[in-house]
């Protein structure tokens, strides 16, 4: 459970601030702005087994584009923070909207009245901006975290757990107890904890 949870809280953040940074931006009038928020969902559009498929193919050490010969999902020290870039990836286009929804809650009136005040950008961000989407960024956390901490199908195909359990999420393992070992009650207990949890 230890890589599992640490998975899950760790996509989970990274989902939060890249998401985050990527609402800002998306909220701001830019000029083919449609077009930024329509790229912005693509990983939310592709099933999980598709997007694995893709990343293997990018990160294959033979013939992948990335320079250098890496085995990322291969090796020890590269494969669960390959998961965790790839899970971010994929879970981010929710939480960019989300929190994109969020951002055109906040009454423009109280980022002009803070301005007016002499509140840098910063501090507007503070004050304004995060206690606005406080309610959001509770819910799409909340939401991440059991997503993540769910996930099966995409690590299933990316690593099937390995190198040596290295990125062996709780689903996997649970899947893992049942199909592959017939421990049908060890694999139904780790359910409920996780259900729970």
């Known amino acids: 459970f230890r890589i599992g949870v640490g998975w899950a809280v760790s996509v989970t953040l990274l989902q939060f601030v890249a998401g985050l940074g990527l609402a800002l931006l998306l909220d701001q009038d830019l000029r083919l702005r449609w077009l930024a928020r329509t790229l912005a969902l693509v990983p939310w559009a592709m099933p999980p087994v598709i ?25 020890f020290a590269t494969a669960l923070p390959a998961v ?3 899970g971010v990836w994929a879970g981010m286009p929710q939480t960019t909207i989300t929190l994109l929804a969020g951002l055109q809650t906040i009454d423009r009136s109280l980022h002009e009245a803070a301005a007016v005040d002499g509140a840098g950008a910063w501090r507007r961000f503070w004050n304004v901006t995060l206690p606005g989407l ?14 993540n901490l769910n996930s099966f199908a995409l ?6 757990g390995g190198p040596g359990g290295q990125t062996m999420l709780p689903m996997l393992f649970a899947y893992n107890a049942a199909f592959r070992y017939g ?9 409920g904890v996780m259900v729970v949890l």
């Not at 990018?58 to 090796?75: A, M, Q």
């Not at 406080?134 to 997503?147: G, K, S």
């Open 134 to 147: 406080r309610p959001v960024i509770v819910a799409i956390t909340t939401l991440d975290l059991i997503w």
């Open 155 to 160: 690590v299933y195909v990316l690593t099937a």
């Open 84 to 86: 965790i870039v790839i």
């Open 51 to 75: 997007i694995a498929i893709m990343w293997r193919l990018l990160l294959n050490p033979n013939y992948g584009p990335l320079p250098g010969g890496v085995n990322w999902l291969g090796e």
């Open 183 to 191: 421990e049908f009650g060890y694999a139904s207990a780790m359910g």
